[in-house]
């Protein structure tokens, strides 16, 4: 939804390489669907830049502005802003200005209160919609007011409100899911599913493979970025694939398995190791809906500003 997620940058001084999608570039087109082969950057690196503008939070003795876990922010058509802490079972709302307003939610399992939440949305008329840990979805006015409350199936967990109506929830593959995501209606009832897994015979590279990032932008469209995978995927809000995007890596992605016998306190057993390369960790769709991805750009570097970068890609 249009600027309605961010990243946690914490203090990462990253200078960005821009993907924006003009040449040098290469398009195909199989089955309807746009196939897009990035070769490099059009602009430097130096082209464009992230500005400090405030931080919420500090070392002071204000619990408002001490925070233990933070996980995920909304912003709503205010400018208000709304930090899920983790750690401490609750969403606090700031104004524009970082100034603190109220406190959502407590530790507990009860109606209104939390056991490690971690997710967080907002719909278009400010409805805070907050994931429990333990597979519950609650439901909160822009004040903080409790509006309703449902369960969610084991293997539903990551979700999506869209302005048009409706939630789409990625699915937690396993041998008998192969669709990424379902479609929910706004009662939260199963309308339909889409977005093809990649499927091994190895359960842990099936898992692996189809671990992903997700958002949509002002109209709805829902981006994809795959960890492990090279791979940035554009859906329509009905789930349809529309364009499927690669870039150059500087690495190769690999996948290792390797065995080893271990003692235990005398008692021998088999040590299995599996290393799958990590290519990207988040994504986020900014104002103008360009489509901002965390990338690893080396992954033996130590400093964070030089193991990761931020890619841009354009809407389409």
């Known amino acids: ?52 503008i405030r931080k919420i939070g500090n070392q002071s003795d204000d619990e408002n502005y001490i925070f233990d876990e933070p996980v995920d922010a909304v912003v709503d058509s205010k400018n208000n802003i709304y930090i899920l802490d983790k750690g401490k ?16 939610g407590k530790e507990g399992t009860g109606e209104g209160e939390f056991v490690k939440p971690d997710m967080l949305e907002i719909t278009g008329s400010d409805e805070i919609v907050v994931c429990k840990y333990l597979k519950n979805i609650q439901r ?33 593959i396993s041998g008998s899911d ?35 990032y997700f958002e949509t932008d002002s109209k709805d469209n829902l981006f994809v970025i795959f960890r492990h995978q090279n791979r940035l995927d554009k859906y329509t809000p009905g789930g349809d694939l529309l364009v499927q995007s690669d870039r150059k ?14 003692d235990f306190e005398g008692v021998p057993f088999a040590y299995a190791q599996h290393y799958f390369t ?9 104002n103008q809906d360009r489509v901002w991805i965390t990338t690893y750009r080396d992954h033996n570097a130590r400093r964070p500003w030089e193991k990761f970068k931020f890619e841009i890609f354009s809407n389409e």
């Open 140 to 172: 909160f006015s822009d004040s903080g007011e409790l509006l309703g409350t449902i369960d969610v199936p084991a293997n539903e967990r990551e979700f999506k409100i869209l302005d048009t109506g409706g939630i789409i929830m990625r699915n937690m």
């Open 1 to 52: 939804m249009m600027i309605r997620k961010f990243f946690f940058v914490f203090l990462i001084p990253l200078v960005v390489y821009c993907g924006l999608l003009q040449d040098p570039y290469t398009v195909e087109e199989a089955a309807g669907v746009r196939i897009i082969h990035n070769h490099r950057p059009i602009m430097g690196e130096n082209d464009i830049s992230l500005s400090f």
């Open 178 to 212: 192969i669709s990424l995501f379902n479609r929910l209606s706004p009662e939260y009832k199963i309308t339909g599913e889409f977005g093809e897994a990649v499927i091994d015979k190895d359960a842990r590279k099936t898992v692996n493979q189809n671990l992903l």
């Open 278 to 286: 990590i290519v990207s960790t988040g994504i986020g769709i900014d």
């Open 249 to 262: 890596l500087e690495y190769e992605i690999e996948y290792t398995y390797s065995e080893d016998n271990k």
């Open 89 to 104: 079972h609750r969403i606090q709302k700031y104004d524009p200005l970082g100034n603190f307003i109220l406190s959502i």
